[in-house]
């Protein structure tokens, strides 16, 4: 690159940081309106049963509850994300005939306080038929399994097949097959703000919705679905946003019933889940039975791979049809592998339902993956390191039928952390290091939602002092888009960060977009914003040119607010002056820049990938299996750095996720109760626990990217669980097959190698 | 029936009537408007409620409001002082110390309690500071980072 960036790249302060840190951010939390009501909703205590009768009528006479509502009050529609396929829309959210896991809801309150509207609860008289209940997709997927839906062949929600090469032929071929089992577990997002969600309706019908969301698009369109409204009488906001991480961009139990509470009254009303409902009630990752078998030659040339998994849904299709399809995509990353086979299941169970969740399935095949590529490593007497550099991706590479990889840093990324295992030296006992690669997409291509839109769009405006206000309906849930989209306008038009002012998704005022998931923002949004700027960009240098009786065959740019000839940038004048006269010569109207994106020919999965090779470091108590995550460093690489800061953080925060799921994140449940509801039961990693983190940048620059920039969020939670498994077998000689691996699992596994020893 | 509550908040005298079981957390939020204190669990496990009693850390989740009768609290938005960040919340942009912020109120409050008691921490000391927060996004390591500046005395006092 010969530019050189003014905005991109630089160490800046958050957009928002200053609302951040004097706790001047309002959250949806935070939101009061005049005449506001508090909702709160009834769950199902079943994990599978017939509703027979609802009696509201207490609840009714209770002082300050001002109404009920029931399945009955809404139209007894459907919704599900998956929209393309009307099939997989299953869920009510206010159930009226059944109810399918503990927590799904049956009524919903709306009173004068937050008390008032839980004792009303109490008083709302559910009469339920219990029916027999499956928790576990493998007896789900039995001929006597009770049925979760009707209809549901084996309560197979789902099926996926991918395919390429001749796989029963290339496993004759190798010299050294495989074949392992695994289980993945399921995590919380334990996002700090909980799902909330203030309506309002108005008594002209339209409806207002302030909500912590990751798509104000999509909940915008779900509840134009469920209400059987116009899309643009709903103006949904999401302000800040307390954490996503993926369970956050689907119509929910806060957002639906507050909305049917409101239209009933005409009075705002703010529902927000209680943290032990955020735990139960809300979607979770999806748990996996994965079945691994690998083929390689003795050299360590991976000739066929086959992975089957069964996936636990829980009780409706959520964001799972996703993860089913994306585990089986990533469980062939990041190698070249000429002969692939996948087969997944996602089985109907009456438990919480599993849906998106950072990373969508690819921490789970890159667990899996990543612990068997070692165990074959070992095996062939082959370096882990090297086996990875012999089968890794590289630039330009086509999974076959499948995908097209422009950059890709991963063999420059093994080089570094081969580098850094070195400079590290010989460990102290009971210590391992343990590697794990890893790549993820810069969002998705398949129009699973359905949307005639285009998938990212936004509106520049320059107004006369030069200033520029950005609309984008793209969302901030922490992960810092309105800064990094920032940037980026900032970078395209020439002028200062400062310069720049966002107004992010808020259905009322932005264009659509669909949304923070899929790592999808800074390339999809980052590249609409990036036109949009160019656009606007365009406007000015015309008079620019004018003005400064520039010849023709002078290319004109801006930079650092100064216009000027590309050869000779001594010669410009001032951006705000040109603005000035602009906006004059466009009979008094402001600039406005538009800039759309949506991924064409570009494979079926994603427009680009990241990669990055990550090193955890364990250091283990041999008689009590305990161990403490020492270090964990990674190689990674995501295109032009738009926003350093950001990755950082990104980065760190992902190892805190990804290191629990290794570590200690996890759901257990009785017949289909979770059993630790609490973050004082639900064990997260906490400062004390938190390891040193090291990153090495590495350089790559993605051709499809807004300046050259990809995915860095969720990516980086894939390699961890796998780093931390690979580690603990390097450190004390056991291996752990079901996540997460706590502490307990290593000390039985530890008493069994003695035994089999003796 | 509720009682006479008078305390201090961020250095202003109330006197209001609460309800014997209306919490601290609620009643700053919900009477006094200060929503920069959040709740993240409402059992004292999570810490995006934290406050200053007396200049001790406390989760006001877990603290009844007539318990903080005659008392100087200090909340989030008492850090600044009229236009002026703490060092702690420069510091805490400066190494990009938060994401989505939800917990960045009550980290910054335990932290602040740290220092005021322990201006000299060590990094297991800021640690065991602020292992009750829970922070979803940002892996503690940049705001481990950010109050060890501030102990190094990278941000002076603003005057």
């Known amino acids: 690159m010969t ?16 609302e951040k840190v004097t706790g001047s951010a309002k959250y949806t939390f935070d939101v009061v309106l005049p005449n506001m009501l508090y909702g709160k909703v009834k769950r199902s205590p079943y994990p599978h049963a017939k509703i027979l009768k609802i009696d509201t009528s207490k609840a009714k006479k209770l002082i300050g509850v001002k109404a009920v509502v029931t399945g009955k009050d809404t139209l007894g529609r459907k919704q599900g994300i998956w929209r393309r396929f009307p099939e997989l829309c299953d869920e009510e959210i206010l159930c009226r005939t059944k109810v399918r896991y503990i927590g799904d809801p049956v009524a919903a309150v709306a009173a004068i306080d937050e008390d008032t509207a839980e004792e009303a609860l109490d008083l709302i008289e559910v009469e339920y038929e219990p029916l027999p209940a499956v928790f576990d997709p493998l007896e789900a997927i039995k001929e006597d399994a009770p049925q979760v839906h009707d209809g549901v062949e084996l309560n197979i929600n789902i099926n996926r097949h991918i395919e390429w090469g001749d ?41 207002t919705v302030w909500t912590s969301s990751q798509s104000s698009y999509y909940i915008q369109r779900l509840y134009a679905d469920m209400l059987d409204m116009k899309e643009s009488d709903i103006r949904v906001m999401n302000r800040h946003t307390g954490g996503g991480f993926g369970s956050k961009f689907e119509l929910d139990s806060a957002q639906f019933p507050a909305a049917i ?56 299709t959520a964001m799972g049809a996703t993860a089913l399809y994306l585990t089986g995509f990533f469980s062939s990353f990041p190698y070249k592998y000429p002969n692939y086979r996948y087969d997944g299941y996602r089985v109907y169970t009456n438990t919480a339902v599993t849906s998106a969740m950072r990373g969508f399935g690819a921490p789970q095949s890159t667990f899996v993956g990543e612990s068997q590529l070692d165990m074959m490593a070992e095996d062939l007497g082959i370096d882990p390191i090297e086996i990875r550099r012999k089968n890794g991706m590289t630039p330009n590479y086509e999974v076959p039928g499948q995908a097209f990889i422009q950059s890709c840093g991963l063999h420059q990324c093994l080089d570094k952390i081969e580098d850094h295992i070195k400079k590290r030296g010989k460990l102290p006992p009971n210590h391992g290091i343990g590697v794990s690669a890893y790549g993820f997409m810069s969002g998705g291509i398949f129009n699973w939602f359905n949307t005639p839109y285009a998938f990212s769009a936004a509106v520049v405006r320059i107004n006369i002092d030069g200033k ?60 609409a ?21 520039a010849n023709i065959v002078y290319d004109l740019d801006i930079k650092d607010r100064w216009v000027h000839l590309v050869d000779r940038p001594e010669r410009g004048v001032s951006y705000f002056d040109i603005v000035k006269a602009a906006i004059r010569g466009k009979d008094g109207n402001a600039i406005m820049g538009r800039g759309y994106y949506t991924p064409h020919r570009k494979g079926m999965i994603s427009p680009a990938y990241s990669f990055g090779v990550q090193i955890a470091e364990v250091a283990v108590d041999p008689e009590t299996g305990r161990y403490k995550l020492v270090n964990v460093t990674t190689a990674h690489e995501s295109g032009t750095v738009v926003n350093p800061l950001g990755i950082e953080g990104q980065l760190e925060g992902a190892i805190m996720m990804a290191g629990g799921y290794g570590y200690c994140e996890d759901q257990p449940m009785d017949d289909g109760k979770i059993l630790n509801p609490s973050i004082a039961d639900y064990k997260l990693i906490r400062s004390l626990d938190m390891p040193e983190t090291e990153i090495l940048e590495i350089d790559t620059y993605e051709p499809e990217g807004p300046f050259g920039a990809k995915e860095a969020g969720e990516g980086l939670t894939n390699p961890t669980a796998g780093a931390i498994g690979n580690a603990i077998y390097k450190a004390v000689g056991v291996r752990i097959n079901d996540l997460p691996i706590t502490p307990e699992k290593v000390f039985k596994a530890l008493r069994e190698k003695k035994q089999k020893a003796k | 029936m509720k009682k006479e509550l008078k305390f201090k908040v961020n250095g202003q005298p109330y006197d209001i009537f609460v309800k014997p079981k209306a919490l601290l957390s609620d009643v700053l939020r919900i009477e006094l408007g200060l929503t ?29 409001a007539l318990q903080a009768n005659g008392a100087e609290v200090v909340t989030v938005e008492g850090l600044a002082k009229g236009n002026k960040l703490s060092p702690l919340q420069r510091a805490f942009l400066d190494h990009g110390s938060y994401q989505c912020g939800f917990c960045t109120p009550g980290m910054l409050m335990s932290s ?48």
């Open chain 1, 3 to 18: 530019t050189k960036f003014t905005v991109i790249g630089q160490r800046v302060h958050n957009v928002d940081g200053t």
């Open chain 1, 167 to 207: 796989v029963d032929e290339a496993f004759q071929k190798c010299d050294h097959i495989r074949e392992d089992q695994y289980k993945c577990s399921s995590q919380a997002h334990v996002c700090m703000e909980t799902h909330d969600a203030v309506a309002s309706f108005g008594h002209n019908g339209k409806l």
């Open chain 1, 261 to 316: 509470l409101s239209q009933k009254l005409c009075q705002p009303v703010k529902i927000v889940l209680s943290r032990e409902e955020e735990f139960t009630a809300t979607k979770r990752r999806t748990p996996m039975y994965y079945f691994l078998k690998l083929g390689a030659t003795k050299d360590g040339k991976l000739l066929a791979k086959e992975a089957r998994v069964i996936t636990e849904g829980g009780a409706y």
């Open chain 1, 468 to 527: 520029v206000d950005l609309y984008t309906g793209a969302c901030d849930i922490g992960q810092g888009s309105n800064t990094t989209l920032s940037m980026i306008c900032a970078e395209e038009l020439g002028v200062k960060l400062e310069d720049v002012r966002i107004f992010s998704g808020d259905t009322g005022i932005c264009p659509p977009d669909l949304g923070a998931w899929g790592s999808r923002e800074t390339l999809m949004n980052g590249n």
């Open chain 1, 529 to 549: 914003v990036k036109r949009a700027a160019a656009d606007a960009k365009r406007q000015l240098l015309e008079f620019a040119a004018a003005h400064m009786g």
């Open chain 2, 36 to 64: 920069g204190t959040k709740r993240g669990c409402n059992s004292s496990s999570c810490g995006a409620c934290t406050v200053m009693l007396n200049g001790m850390a406390v989760k006001s989740c877990s603290v009844l």
């Open chain 2, 112 to 159: 602040t309690a740290l220092l005021t008691e322990n201006p000299k921490p060590t990094k297991e000391e800021i640690k065991e500071g602020i292992d009750g927060n829970i922070c979803r996004c940002t892996g503690y390591n940049s705001i481990i980072r950010a109050i060890t500046a501030v102990v190094k005395g990278d941000y002076k006092e603003a005057k």
